[in-house]
């Protein structure tokens, strides 16, 4: 449990704010690479409870400026794209994706006020499907050599999705392994649907066993859960003892506002932008190392479940709830897909949760090391000693955030765990440039 004020530091992020000027100094998220239209690629958002507006330019640059005119406050979400830059529908002035202002056209042309005008402008960069931004002071960090950051397009898929829910509940819903066994059940073994990721699916053939990952968490509901604090953030062990073998899930948080899951030969990153206090997107990050991707499936998937990327079945429709499907169907009985499960906890837990009426116990484990760590951070957060920011290239790179989910021998799961990532890494045509061998930590826990 925290304490109210402790609540307020770790929710609230608007500008100013502890936790605000944390999640500032990290490279957000602000759009899907898709919602930029070829015609005109320019749209707003809002992140961290600012207002913005991307754009690409002409060179095919990706720029993010604060929406409002730095003149009278005309909305650039309107704004021409031309000459190099954004240019204001109210009285003309020009932007570039720096913020400076290239030309105010109704002046005469010898008056250069516009070269003392600068607009708030963010530097962005696009990887793999997804416009990242830094909204933070000073030079951004460099752009982390993340393993799907590195994959190519063909192995990777992204995607986003709308919680009204508080980012920090939205968070550390990702990094609670038990829930897999409650909230995500499915009661039979043969309701295997696109949008059930795969769940009725027997573990990897690799793992040579013939039991499903859906009856696994059903009737083994109470994992063993080891913790480790890392240089990332935080690892969590989730290990079920089947009898013959145990079943090892390895799942991160990825300090300050993400999670990194294995889900069957994929792992999965999901990063929970707020939007503002009481609001966030989801972004998904599907990557794989041995085939590409099934872009075509999971698209699918995410259209069945969102319409402009906010979930069809939601507060208004009691998110299609059927007391019939949670007597035969599913535990909870709003469908198959494991993203409107959780939404249906997070929004229904209030828009900011109220942690002070808590109580936490042993299958908390990774949450409490959580907010440890966030609430360390916010204390320290004017003197910018955080966790993975860095600026030296030579130390870019972060083979240790690994995931998995797979099986071993009870008494090697440790390495074994480690052994089979390093085989999947090794096995990917991208691999030399993952350096596969640099995999650290995964036999030194507690670093």
Not at 148 to 167: C, E, I, M
Not at 199 to 219: E, G, M
Not at 350 to 366: C, H, M, S, V
């Amino acid at each position: 449990m925290v304490t109210a004020a402790e609540n307020e530091t770790l929710t609230r992020v608007g500008p100013g704010t502890p936790m605000g000027k944390v999640l500032r100094r990290y490279w957000q998220p602000v759009l899907l690479t898709e919602e930029l239209p070829a015609a005109r690629p320019v749209k707003e958002s809002r992140i961290l409870g600012e207002d913005i507006v991307v754009f690409r330019d002409e060179q095919g640059r990706y720029g993010a400026l604060a929406r409002r005119c730095a003149h009278r406050s005309g909305d650039l979400a309107y704004g021409r794209l031309e000459d190099g830059g954004l240019r204001c529908p109210y009285h003309g002035w020009l932007y570039d994706i720096a913020g400076r202002c290239l030309d105010q056209p109704a002046a005469p042309a010898e008056y250069r006020f516009h070269d003392k005008v600068r607009q708030t402008a963010y530097p962005c960069v696009e990887r793999n499907g997804i416009i990242y931004g830094y909204l933070g002071p000073g030079e951004p960090p460099l752009f982390p050599e993340f393993d799907w950051n590195l994959a190519p397009d063909t192995h990777s898929f992204v995607y986003k999705g709308y919680q009204r829910a508080n980012w920090l509940q939205s968070t550390e819903g990702e990094i609670d392994p038990s829930h897999l066994s409650f909230l995500h059940r499915y009661l039979t073994d043969q309701s295997d649907t696109e949008e059930s990721y795969g769940f009725n699916q027997f573990l990897a053939a690799a793992d040579a066993t013939d039991i499903s990952v859906t009856k696994l968490l059903r009737d083994i509901p109470n994992p063993k859960l080891e913790v480790e604090n890392t240089e990332f953030g935080v690892r969590i062990f989730a290990l079920r003892d089947a009898g013959n073998f145990m079943h090892v899930r390895v799942t991160n948080f990825l300090f300050p506002n993400g999670a990194v899951v294995a889900i069957g030969d994929r792992s999965l990153v999901q990063l929970h932008v707020p939007i503002d206090d009481t609001s966030n997107w989801r972004f998904d990050i599907f990557y794989r190392f041995e085939t590409p991707m099934d872009k075509d499936v999971l698209l699918r998937e995410r259209l069945k479940t969102y319409e402009d990327y906010k979930p069809r079945r939601n507060m208004e429709n009691r998110y299609g709830f059927s007391a019939e499907e949670q007597k035969t169907g599913t535990y909870l009985g709003v469908g198959y897909d494991f993203n409107i499960h959780d939404t249906v906890i997070l929004e229904g837990a209030g828009a900011i949760q109220d942690r002070t009426k808590e109580n936490l116990g042993y299958t908390d484990k990774a949450i409490v090391a959580a907010r440890q760590m966030l609430l360390k951070a916010a204390g320290e957060a004017d003197d910018g000693a955080l966790p993975i920011l860095t600026r030296d290239p030579a130390a870019n790179r972060f083979d240790n955030l690994a995931t998995i989910e797979t099986v071993t021998a009870h008494d090697e799961w440790r390495a074994g765990w480690v052994a089979r990532q390093l085989k999947r890494r090794a096995a990917s045509p991208w691999a030399a440039k993952i350096e596969a061998a640099k995999l650290k930590n995964g036999l030194a826990p507690g670093r």
